[in-house]
C-alpha cells in the first residue's frame, strides 16, 4: 500500500485571484488616499499663480488708453487687413492702426517700468507682443508680429525662476484668423513666493508621513492576509490528505477482512458440505452490516459537509462586512473631531451651531450602527442573541431610516402599511434588522436595473416623435418599495415589494444560492457596485435560524415580493 504524499511536496498552489477581491476594498481605500493627498498638493501648490496669471490677463484685457482696450485695437487691424474695399488711404490706415497698437503697448508696460519694483503685484514686464495666424499683411504676406521688448535685460540665476509668461487668444470677427497675446513678466510679490515654496514643502512632508505610515500599514496587512490564508489552505488540504488516507486503509482492511472470509467459507465448504447454506447465509449478513455501514457513513458526511458550507458563508459574509464596517467606523473619527472643534470656535449663539449639532448627532447614529454591525458579524447566526422582537416596529423602524434616502438618494418611494398594535416573534434583532434591509437594498438594485431598461427601450424607438414620448415615460418613471404587514393565523407576515426588473424562473429558482447574481452582468446601478451575490443567501440563512419561511414571487418586468413568514411567539 503505497504513503501519501507529505504537505510540504504537494501542496495545493495559493489562490490568488480569490483573495484580489477581498483586498480590493484596502487597496481602493489606499488610492483614495493617495490621490486626495496629491490633489491636496497640487492645488495648494499652484493656486496663487493662477491667481497671478488671471490678474495680468484681466490688465491686459481691461487697460484703455485711446479709450480703447487691446483686443479692440487688435480686432480693427485684423479687420481692416481683411478689409475687401480699400480706399487710397488703405495703406496709411493700416499703418496707422499698427502705429496705434504699437504705442498702446509702450502706454502699457512704460508705468511698470517707472514703478519697477516698488510695490508687491506690480509686475515687471520685459516682453509684450501680439503674433498673427491667417492674417495677410499689406503684402499679401502673413502680417508682421507686434511687439514691444523691455530695454531692461532678463534676470539671471534664481530670479529667472520667477519669470512668467501668458499666452492667450483674443476673439476675433474674422473666421479663420488668430491673434496670440504674448506677455513675459514678473511679479514683484516680496516673499510670497518663498512662503509658497516652504508652504510646497510642507505640505510634501505631511504627504510623506501620512504615505508611508500608511503604505507600510497596507502591505503588513497584506502579507498577514496571504500568511494566515496560505496557513488555512495548507491546513485543509493536511485534513483532506489524511481523511484520504484513513479512508484506503480503511477500505484496504474490508478488503482483507473478506479475503479471509472467503477463504474460511471455502475451507468450510471443503469440510462440511452441509453447512454450506449456513455459511452463504452469514456471508449475506455481513455484506448487507457494511452497506449499512458506508450508508452511515455517507449522510454523516453529507451532513458535516453542509455544516462546513453554512460556516464558510457566514465567515465569508462577516469578514467582508466587519472589513467594510470598521473601515468606515475609522474613517468617521476624523469627521467627529472637526466638528467638534468648530462647534467649539463657533460659539453657542452662532446660526451654524444647531446644523453642526444636527451633523454631529447623525454621525452617532452612523457610528452605533457600525458598531452594532461588527457585533453581529462576529458571531454565527447559529449562536443568536435571542429576544421577543415586535416585527411590527421592526418593519415601522425600516421604512422610518430608509424613506429620506431613498426619496433624496435613490429616486423611489419607500412606504409601509403596517397594522396596529404588536406582533411579537422570537428571534434575534440585529439579524433581522440585516435580513430585511438586505432586501430593501435588492429592490432598489431592481427599481435601478427597471429605469435603465426604460431609458435603453426608449433609445431603441426608430420613430422620433415614438421614442421622445418614451424617453419622458422613462424620465417620469419612479421606483417604489413597499413594506406591508399582516397576521395569517398563528404566524405574522412581512412583505418586500418593489416595481423593479422582476426575475424569471431560472433566476428565482437560484437567487438563494451563495455567490450567485445577476449584478456582475449588468456593471453598475446608479453609481452602486454590482454584488457578489451573498444578501439572499444571509436571509435565507437568517430565516432557516428562526423557523420562519421565506417566499418569492416574481415576473420579469413586474416587479418582485418577498415574505417573511414567522411564528407568532407564545405569550
Not at 142 to 168: H, I
Amino acid at each position: 500500500m503505497s504513503s501519501s504524499p507529505s504537505p510540504a511536496e504537494a501542496a495545493p498552489p495559493l489562490p490568488v485571484w480569490r483573495y484580489v477581491g477581498r483586498l480590493a476594498p484596502l487597496a481602493v481605500l489606499w488610492a483614495v488616499l493617495v490621490g486626495l493627498l496629491a490633489w491636496l498638493l497640487y492645488t495648494r501648490a499652484n493656486w496663487s499663480e493662477e491667481s497671478d496669471r488671471a490678474d495680468v490677463r484681466e490688465w491686459l484685457d481691461n487697460t484703455r488708453v485711446f479709450r480703447k482696450t487691446l483686443a479692440e485695437l487688435v480686432r480693427e487691424y485684423v479687420d481692416l487687413l481683411h478689409a475687401e474695399t480699400r480706399g487710397p488711404d488703405h495703406h496709411d490706415r493700416v499703418t496707422f492702426k499698427r502705429a496705434e497698437i504699437e504705442e498702446h503697448l509702450r502706454a502699457m508696460v512704460e508705468p511698470t517700468r517707472m514703478y519697477a519694483g516698488q510695490l508687491p503685484l506690480f509686475p515687471n514686464v520685459y516682453a509684450l507682443e501680439i503674433e498673427f495666424a491667417g492674417v495677410p499683411g499689406l503684402d499679401e504676406r502673413p502680417a508682421d508680429p507686434v511687439g514691444w521688448v523691455s530695454p531692461k535685460p532678463r534676470p539671471g540665476g534664481p530670479a529667472k525662476a520667477q519669470l512668467r509668461t501668458l499666452e492667450y487668444e483674443p476673439a476675433l470677427n474674422r473666421t479663420g484668423a488668430r491673434a496670440t497675446v504674448r506677455c513675459v513678466y514678473q511679479l514683484h510679490s516680496f516673499n510670497r513666493m518663498q512662503k509658497q515654496q516652504d508652504e510646497y514643502r510642507i505640505w510634501q512632508s505631511v504627504a510623506a508621513v501620512v504615505l508611508v505610515p500608511t503604505t507600510l500599514l497596507a502591505v503588513f496587512l497584506v502579507a498577514r492576509f496571504l500568511r494566515r490564508e496560505r496557513t488555512r489552505e495548507l491546513e485543509k488540504w493536511r485534513a483532506a490528505a489524511e481523511a484520504e488516507h484513513r479512508q484506503r486503509e480503511l477500505l484496504a482492511a474490508q478488503v482483507e477482512r473478506e479475503l479471509i472470509e472467503r477463504n474460511l467459507l471455502e475451507s468450510r465448504v471443503k469440510q462440511q458440505e452441509a453447512e454450506h447454506a449456513t455459511e452463504e447465509l452469514g456471508r449475506k449478513l455481513l455484506e448487507q452490516e457494511l452497506e449499512a455501514a458506508k450508508l452511515e457513513n455517507r449522510a454523516a458526511d453529507a451532513e458535516r459537509t453542509a455544516l462546513e458550507m453554512k460556516s464558510q458563508l457566514y465567515a465569508s459574509i462577516g469578514i467582508m462586512a466587519g472589513s467594510y464596517a470598521h473601515n468606515i467606523k475609522n474613517l468617521l473619527v476624523r469627521p467627529n473631531d472637526l466638528i467638534a472643534r468648530c462647534m467649539e470656535a463657533a460659539g453657542p449663539d452662532d446660526e451654524q451651531t444647531g446644523m453642526l449639532e444636527e451633523v454631529k448627532s447623525t454621525l452617532g447614529t452612523v457610528t452605533e450602527r457600525l458598531q452594532q454591525i461588527l457585533r453581529t458579524v462576529r458571531r454565527d447566526p447559529a449562536s443568536a442573541e435571542v429576544t421577543q422582537v415586535d416585527a411590527h416596529a421592526l418593519l415601522r423602524d425600516t421604512e422610518r431610516t430608509w424613506a429620506e434616502t431613498g426619496r433624496d438618494k435613490w429616486k423611489l418611494a419607500v412606504t409601509a402599511a403596517v397594522p396596529p398594535g404588536p406582533a411579537l416573534v422570537t428571534g434575534d434583532l440585529s439579524h433581522l434588522q440585516q435580513a430585511l434591509e438586505n432586501l430593501v437594498f435588492n429592490a432598489r438594485d431592481a427599481t435601478f436595473e427597471m429605469r435603465n431598461y426604460l431609458r435603453d427601450e426608449a433609445k431603441r424607438e426608430p420613430d422620433p416623435p415614438a421614442r421622445r414620448q418614451k424617453l419622458l415615460d422613462a424620465a417620469a418613471w419612479k421606483g417604489e418599495v413597499h413594506l406591508a404587514a399582516r397576521r395569517d393565523g398563528d404566524h405574522v407576515v412581512l412583505e418586500v415589494r418593489d416595481n423593479g426588473i422582476g426575475m424569471t424562473d431560472e433566476v428565482r429558482q437560484n437567487c438563494l444560492k451563495t455567490h450567485f447574481t445577476t449584478k456582475r452582468d449588468n456593471a453598475l446601478y446608479e453609481g452602486y457596485s454590482a454584488g457578489m451575490g451573498l444578501g439572499l443567501s444571509f436571509v435565507a440563512m437568517v430565516m432557516e435560524h428562526h423557523g420562519a419561511a421565506l417566499e418569492i414571487e416574481s415576473a420579469p418586468l413586474r416587479g418582485t415580493t418577498f415574505r417573511l413568514r414567522f411564528p407568532l411567539a407564545k405569550q
